[in-house]
């Protein structure tokens, strides 16, 4: 096992070479316990807290990692209103119409639309500190991975636990994560789906085509950082001149 202070110095090495993290703008605090590496603080997006999560595990010799990280929102809210945005995207969302949506707040839990006949899943979602948690059931990974989406895209937002079961139980794979990404591209208004080609491999998402302005280009990768289980996204946009 190596010594703490040489974890530290890993991680942080590793945090520093990666060029979608900023620890000047966004620090992050490395720690070490119980063989595990501790990373803590705010970063830049979604995507810098995955790879920091997985460029941290990737140190030789620790038995896991900590994550105590959030995102910057682009807009500081509180719990109410970031509970009140999120509510309308699951409860206006087409793909979730057949679910029931309960929201918890306060210890108290709120039915916001109790599905009939024929269900696709029961959510329940909760803000705690900006973090937001779904529980309950889906009946697919891609239901699954669409409230959580939603949840991302919340302003104010800060973290997504996305603890849905999938009921009945699929298994995952590349194509499951590729049929999610198309319905989120196409959910989402600040890009042109139809101008944007995706594949998947082994969880890695590898994005290409034309859009027009190198901010649709990043938001079309930070949707496919948002899908649960991705583990990279190689963003090959071209932004058309």
């Known amino acids: 096992m190596p010594a703490k202070d040489e974890v530290i110095k890993l991680v942080h090495g590793a945090l520093e070479r990666e060029p979608l993290i900023n620890l000047h703008r966004h620090p992050v605090k490395i720690g070490f316990a119980d063989d595990a590496v501790v990373l803590e603080g705010e970063v830049e997006h979604i995507a810098a807290k995955k790879l920091a999560l997985e460029l941290a595990g990737a140190v030789e010799g620790i038995r896991g990692v900590i994550d105590r990280?959030?995102?910057?929102?682009?807009?500081?809210?509180?719990?109410?209103?970031?509970?009140?945005?999120?509510?309308?995207?699951?409860?206006?969302?087409?793909?979730?119409?057949?679910?029931?949506?309960?929201?918890?707040?306060?210890?108290?839990?709120?039915?916001?639309?109790?599905?009939?006949?024929?269900?696709?899943?029961?959510?329940?979602?909760?803000?705690?500190?900006?973090?937001?948690?779904?529980?309950?059931?889906?009946?697919?990974?891609?239901?699954?991975?669409?409230?959580?989406?939603?949840?991302w895209w919340t302003p104010g937002c800060r973290d997504v636990v996305n603890s849905l079961d999938v009921q009945p139980p699929e298994e995952d794979n590349d194509g499951e994560v590729l049929d999610a990404l198309r319905l989120v591209l196409e959910m989402d208004p600040l890009v042109q789906a139809d101008q944007i080609r995706a594949s998947c491999r082994d969880y890695v998402v590898t994005l290409e085509g034309c859009v027009r302005t190198a901010e649709e280009r990043r938001q079309a990768g930070l949707d496919a950082w948002c899908l649960f289980a991705v583990d990279r996204v190689v963003n090959r946009i071209e932004v058309r001149k």
């Open 69 to 151: 990280l959030r995102v910057a929102p682009a807009e500081r809210k509180g719990d109410g209103a970031i509970r009140d945005s999120l509510c309308g995207f699951l409860v206006r969302e087409p793909e979730l119409q057949n679910c029931t949506i309960r929201v918890r707040a306060k210890g108290r839990l709120e039915v916001l639309r109790e599905a009939r006949g024929e269900t696709s899943g029961e959510i329940e979602a909760a803000v705690e500190d900006g973090v937001v948690t779904l529980e309950g059931s889906v009946i697919s990974l891609s239901h699954k991975r669409i409230a959580g989406v939603l949840a």
